[in-house]
């Protein structure tokens, strides 16, 4: 079970990052193939970015939008201003699972999977969570990403590993842990996605997406790479 509390990301820095998400989140989109009428389950909804995508192309879609932080779901609800009688947010602590009143037909998540430590316990939540038959479509970090970073914090900070709750998990343990929760029809990917940032956005994206709350002072840098691989669409039983 979770000790801390979650972590409550500074979503204005956040938000204005020229980062690669708007494509993972289409991507994310494009393979869930909403359907009007359908209520989609967000796990981690961040700014509320890529609900509002779906909201303004499917006008008879509903979201469920869960996320952790409070900071996240202010920004959230400011984006989903224009549709807020279609969407409904509420702040969970998915680390642990999290449980809906009722049902959904599709649940999706975007660059939050890697950030939970209990992925069994999370697709078992969204296995209750859907509907007989409903699908659920993730992009997140997998397998090797961000071990170089690590590899230097277990320099800097002299531990075995980074204190940080992430789980970047190959395409094997994904497929067991889907299987596992009454997932059928699973496919899972490990795709390479390297992202190069200046030097002026390298800190910002340390400090507020990698880091979180353990870089108080980043130094800056010319530029870095790191992966983003991982996609899939699995379906119910």
């Known amino acids: 079970m979770a000790t801390t509390s979650p972590r409550d990301w500074d979503a204005a820095t956040y938000g204005a990052l020229p980062l690669p998400h708007v494509g993972w989140g289409r991507g994310v989109l494009d393979r869930l193939h909403p359907v009007d009428g359908e209520t989609v389950l967000e796990l981690g909804c961040g700014t509320g970015r890529d ?92 397998a090797g990403q961000l071990e170089r970073v690590h590899r230097a914090r277990r320099r800097v900070e002299g531990v075995a590993d980074p204190a940080d709750a992430t789980h970047f998990a190959g395409i094997e343990e994904t497929r067991t842990a889907l299987v596992a929760a009454g997932f059928v029809d699973v496919d899972v990917r490990l795709r390479p996605d390297p992202l190069v940032l200046d030097a002026e956005t390298l800190r910002p994206y340390l400090a507020t997406v990698i880091l979180g709350r353990s870089c108080a002072d980043c130094p800056r840098r010319t530029g870095t790479r790191t992966s983003m691989p991982s996609r899939g669409r699995w379906t119910n039983r």
Do not use: K, N
């Open 51 to 142: 609900a509002a995508v779906l909201l303004s192309e499917h006008p008879g879609c509903r979201v469920i939008a869960l996320d952790a932080s409070p900071r996240m779901l202010t920004a959230a609800a400011e984006t989903l201003a224009p549709y807020a009688d279609r969407v409904r947010l509420r702040e969970a602590d998915l680390r642990d699972g999290f449980a809906l009143e009722e049902p959904v037909d599709a649940a999706m998540s975007v660059a939050t999977l890697h950030w939970l430590p209990d992925h069994p316990a999370v697709f078992a939540s969204v296995a209750r969570a859907l509907r007989h038959g409903g699908r659920f479509v993730a992009d997140a970090g997998g």
